[in-house]
């Protein structure tokens, strides 16, 4: 009886070599010189596709002034409160993309806030004049 030979049997031929086309290029991998010291093809296997992007211009979009309000805090932290609630209400409506609504908080958080500044720095003016009087 003829034997069938196994697939791992040594004595079995080895399976055929692999035909590599000549028309194939080689394209060594990144950062590796191409070995004919020549410039790689580029081959694009897929057509160009016409697409359509959306441009949004960032001109209009107005400060929320939070530093200036987070001093307002420092200085005079019950208007200074008021002036953060404005410039976090002026970020959320920059993130939802409401730019006249932003523009009109970020005014109301200005307004707010320099005043908080103007107040603190004249309540720290004149506790200093105060400690100095005493002190004569």
């Known amino acids: 009886m003829d034997k069938e030979p196994l697939m791992n049997d040594p004595e079995s031929d ?8 000549s028309s194939q290029a080689y ?5 590796y010189p191409h070995p004919d010291n020549r410039a790689p093809v580029h081959v694009y296997t897929h057509q160009p596709v016409m697409s359509t992007a959306m ?3 960032v001109e209009g ?5 939070l530093y200036l309000s987070i001093l ?9 409160l008021f002036a953060v609630l404005m410039a ?4 959320d409506m920059i993130a939802h993309g409401n730019v006249d609504g932003a523009k009109e908080t970020s005014r109301k958080a200005r307004r707010i806030a320099i005043p908080g500044v103007v107040i603190g720095c004249m309540l720290f003016a004149a506790s200093v004049i105060i400690n ?4 004569i």
């Open 61 to 65: 979009v107005p400060s929320d002034y």
């Open 72 to 80: 307002s805090l420092i200085c005079c932290w019950p208007v200074g």
């Open 14 to 21: 080895p399976p055929p070599a692999y035909n590599v086309q």
């Open 132 to 135: 100095i009087a005493v002190r």
């Open 55 to 57: 441009m949004t211009t």
């Open 27 to 31: 394209y060594p991998p990144f950062g």
């Open 88 to 91: 976090i209400k002026t970020r």
